[in-house]
């Protein structure tokens, strides 16, 4: 019976150790945002030199792109940071006044509204460049109109789902009250 004590000490560092299994994760985050800057400047490449060639739609095009990719990258860094302290361990440097202000204080909640939040302008975005790609009726047609129709779906559940998550967090904040 003495030793239960001891024996339940030592499953649960072994539980809270098994955090940093979650790192490996992260720096598989890091590795994605470096892919994704890659495939940043090889877009910026691309449209550089056509800049005086391209018609104004295709230049909005370009952008939204760029954008895209932006928002996609801000969204692994905010769980990479988030993530990494939010579950495995605080950032033990001082990086003075670089260092974002939401860091160290985004909680699961937040992650969460934040996610679908890049999530849905993430969508809102591709949903744009696929609107702007339709020229004229024969385009659209070309296009499809299922297709069309799904991507409006799923745009549209990606805010709905996004609304009902906020719901769901003030429901549970105003409980605590």
Do not use: C
């Not at 952008?63 to 769980?79: E, F």
């Not at 996004?162 to 409980?175: E, F, K, T």
Request: hydrophobic residues 55%; without cysteine.
């Amino acid at each position: 019976m003495s030793d239960k004590p001891s024996i339940e000490n030592r499953f649960e560092q072994g539980l809270f150790a098994s955090r940093w299994l979650m790192a490996p994760m992260y720096l598989g985050l890091a590795v994605a945002l470096a892919m994704m800057t890659l495939i940043f400047v090889r877009e910026l490449v691309y449209y550089a030199p056509q800049v005086l060639e391209l018609t104004p739609e295709q230049m909005i095009l370009a952008a939204l792109t760029l954008i895209d990719l932006t928002l996609a990258a801000n969204l692994l860094l905010i769980v990479l940071f988030s993530g990494y302290e939010n579950f495995v361990s605080k950032f033990d440097f001082d990086a003075g006044q670089d260092r974002p202000d939401w860091m160290g204080k985004v909680d699961f909640s937040g992650l969460k509204m934040k996610l679908i939040a890049s999530i849905v302008a993430i969508s809102g975005i591709h949903l744009l460049k696929k609107f702007m790609e339709i020229r004229d009726i024969d385009t659209a047609v070309e296009f499809g109109q299922t297709e069309m129709l799904w991507l409006v779906v799923i745009h549209l559940t990606f805010v709905v789902s996004g609304v009902l998550m906020a719901l769901m967090d003030w429901l549970q904040a105003r409980s605590y009250k």
